[in-house]
């Protein structure tokens, strides 16, 4: 039987060493060992960006980038967003297991019941600019919230994890849709116990003088089908912005608001929005194949916004189902103009060599977008609709990392490449 560790020869002193192996992974710091001296450091591992480094253990995700697989505690994306419905999901990803009927009622009902934010959150809202970015508030709101309930640092008593988790789910939605209102000048809608978690939501956003909004159907299965596709995803930035702001013991919400920052960069949560922007630059289809040879002359500074995946080598799984999806939706709502537009590039890119050669494939922003924007959402909510879905991952890797014991305080290393030590020159000899 092979044995299960690596030999290493240090070249600079002929000693051999023995790393054990563990699930497909060295442990780095069996790496401090190997010493040229006894006053060494000893070896550490460098991995800029995390190319290829396990942060963690988890049971939630898995995703396979060659074979464009990913699964939620062990069940296909594709079955998920067939059968299931975001809330049972959230569940899933949360608890670890699809829960009974009794047990999603009871899910419901406590994340129905939490929906509602402390008024003095309205306040907070209304302090924004008119023109202040969706996400921007988003992210700040979220922070905020941690001041609300005090109760939050009780991060090692279950109730209290149990408390916050629901609150999170809940209000998210709710505080999006305050973000929607606050840039349209509107006033807030407050939710609707009676709806679905998709249909309260739309009933946030587009509610105006009916005495009770009725959500279309097709739209408020899309919604939810979209939460259902964003709700978890790994080791991902945002992911990792969270469990390791709170790695420090922080409450969640002020975790949640690092992870949510996280999620608004362009090359993360924000493509959905960079998508929209870049297929309204190209305006036409007769305009791609400039704009195609402007990304590959462009040395990486330009994108094809939408394309691309850290993990995925493949065509995302999502994206596969959303683009079906968006026909859903259009059938409602009228064919997104733009669609044409990103299914010739995407035709054009997947028969480019420079694509090709970088296994660039769509990912879950490319066409999430023109159904967001078929949904009358002005582009800057994109960001926002993902970290609805998302939180519900954000909280169950949160806590995944507290109940993990191997885990503490992230606190990399680094390789020192500055001056040595040297003394201070007063102002007057400089
Ligand atoms: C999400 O991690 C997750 O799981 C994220 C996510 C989730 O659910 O949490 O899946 C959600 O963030 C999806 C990704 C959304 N971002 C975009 O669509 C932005 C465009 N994509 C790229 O910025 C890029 O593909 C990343 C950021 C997604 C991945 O970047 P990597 O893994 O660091 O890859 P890289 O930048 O090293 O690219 C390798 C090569 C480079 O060219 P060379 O230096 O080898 O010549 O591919 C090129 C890059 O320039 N490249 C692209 C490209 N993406 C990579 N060239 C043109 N257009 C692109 N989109």
């Known amino acids: 039987m092979p044995k299960e560790s690596l030999t290493v020869t240090d070249n600079r002193t002929g000693k051999q060493y023995e790393l054990p192996i563990e699930n497909g992974t060295i442990r780095t710091t069996d790496l401090r060992q190997i010493k040229v001296s006894p006053e060494d450091f000893g070896l550490m591992g460098y991995d800029p960006a995390f190319m290829n480094t396990a942060s963690c253990k988890s049971k939630v995700t898995f995703i396979d980038g060659d074979k464009g697989i990913l699964r939620y505690r062990g069940y296909p994306i594709e079955q998920l967003a067939e059968q299931s419905n975001f809330l049972e ?226 065509y995302d799984p999502r994206a596969k189902i959303i683009k079906k999806l968006a026909d859903d939706v259009f059938e409602v709502t009228g064919k997104n103009p733009l669609l044409d537009i990103a299914l010739e590039l995407e035709r054009i890119a997947l028969e480019d060599d420079y694509f090709v050669k970088r296994k660039l494939y769509p990912n879950v922003d490319f066409y999430s977008g023109l159904i967001y924007q078929a949904l009358r959402f002005p582009v800057e909510m994109f960001p926002v609709l993902f970290a609805i879905g998302r939180t519900a991952g954000w909280v169950a890797q949160w806590e995944e990392m507290l109940l993990d014991t191997e885990q503490k305080i992230a606190r990399p290393r680094q390789v020192y490449l500055g001056y040595a030590s040297r003394d201070y020159v007063p102002i007057v000899r400089r």
């Open 89 to 314: 999901v959230a569940y899933l990803i949360v608890q670890g297991e699809l829960p009974s009927k009794e047990q999603l009622e009871d899910w419901k009902y406590q994340i129905t019941h939490h929906t509602i934010v402390h008024e003095n959150i309205k306040k907070f809202m209304d302090g924004f600019h008119y023109d202040a970015h969706p996400m921007g508030m988003f992210t700040s709101t979220m922070a905020a919230l941690s001041t609300f309930y005090t109760d939050a640092k009780n991060i090692f008593d279950k109730e209290s994890r149990q408390i916050q988790i629901y609150r999170l789910i809940a209000k998210v939605p709710t505080i999006a849709a305050f973000a929607y209102r606050h840039t349209m000048g509107l006033p807030y809608a407050y939710p609707d116990n009676d709806l679905s978690y998709a249909g309260n939501f739309l009933n946030m956003l587009f509610k105006m003088t009916e005495p009770k909004y009725v959500p279309d159907p097709a739209l408020e299965r899309a919604l939810d089908v979209l939460f259902i596709l964003h709700a978890d995803h790994e080791q991902n930035c945002s992911a990792n912005a969270m469990r390791s702001v709170g790695s420090s013991q922080v409450d969640p919400y002020s975790a949640l608001a690092a992870a949510s920052a996280a999620l608004y960069g362009p090359l993360h949560g924000g493509a959905n929005e960079a998508v929209l922007r870049m297929l309204r630059e190209i305006g036409s289809k007769d305009k791609i194949p400039a704009f195609i040879k402007e990304v590959k002359e462009g040395k990486g500074e330009k994108k094809l916004m939408g394309f691309g995946h850290r993990v995925y080598k493949n």
